[in-house]
């Protein structure tokens, strides 16, 4: 079983920066990829970026430019790095990543942008 844990959300103006960290239980980010999501009040989870055990990238659109999602194998953790945040960023954000059998995720954690 892996355990993730998201941490680094708050409250931030609009146009500030914050970086999000997922910590993992166990080694795994040499050999799975790993996502971070969002989802607003009402609306459904989105993806915002991946990044593979090779370490390429990719990115919704509407964060190109501005969010950067990197890891630390040896620290087992990821990171998205946001900038220039809008108040249309505010949402939950989890960390995913794929097993053989299932899927598995963070608790979350909230990011709320102000204008």
């Known amino acids: 079983q892996v355990q993730l844990v998201e941490s680094g959300g708050g409250l931030v103006q609009a146009g500030g920066p914050l970086r999000l960290s997922c910590a993992a239980s166990r080694s795994i980010f040499s050999i799975n990829a790993m996502s971070w999501f969002r989802q607003a009040p009402g609306k459904q989870r989105e993806l915002v970026a991946t990044i593979t055990s090779g370490g390429s990238v990719n990115y919704a659109d509407y964060v190109k430019g501005r969010f950067t999602i990197s890891k630390d194998n040896a620290k087992n953790t990821v990171y998205l790095q946001m900038n220039s945040l809008k108040p249309e960023d505010t949402a939950v954000y989890y960390c995913?990543?794929?097993?053989?059998?299932?899927?598995?995720w963070g608790q979350g954690t909230q990011v709320t942008v102000s204008s």
């Open positions: 995913n990543t794929n097993g053989p059998l299932r899927e598995y």
